[in-house]
Nanobody, 124 residues
Framework: QVQLAESGGGLVQPGGSLRLSCTAS????????IGWFRQAPGQEREGVSC????????HYVDSVKGRFTMSRDNVKNTVYLSMNNLKPEDTAVYYC?????????????????WGKGSLVTVSS
């Protein structure tokens, strides 16, 4: 049974930082495409960052470039999303997702496996 478990969300002031974690079971993250997505209230889901073995690089949506960084720890089978200089418009439920083949920050590709999400609220 594949499970993805996010943690690290919470309330943070504008300009602050958070680091989200996603730990996988039943799946080796090193062998799949992995990424982060988010959904704000009343809005559609959007891609945030993706790593795919198809090109071997990490891609970010324009709105988070220079502020968010995705990384991984293969020993812990965990991926992270470090978020800096957070803005109110970053408020959303953040999901990690994995796929056997592809991760696309356009959000148009349906990933195979999803976590339950972690809420990030950016407010003063």
């Amino acid at each position: 049974q594949v499970q993805l478990a996010e943690s690290g969300g919470g309330l943070v002031q504008p300009g602050g930082s958070l680091r989200l974690s996603c730990t996988a079971s039943g799946l080796i993250l090193e062998n799949v495409a992995i990424g982060w997505f988010r959904q704000a209230p009343g809005q559609e889901r959007e891609g945030v960052s993706c790593f795919s073995s198809n090109d071997g690089t990490t891609h970010y949506v324009d709105s988070v470039k220079g502020r968010f960084t995705m990384s991984r720890d293969n020993v812990k089978n965990t991926v992270y999303l470090s978020m800096n200089n957070l803005k109110p418009e970053d408020t959303a439920v953040y999901y990690c997702a994995a796929d056997d083949n592809i991760c696309d920050v356009t959000g148009l590709y349906e990933m195979d496996y999803w976590g339950k999400g972690s809420l990030v609220t950016v407010s003063s």
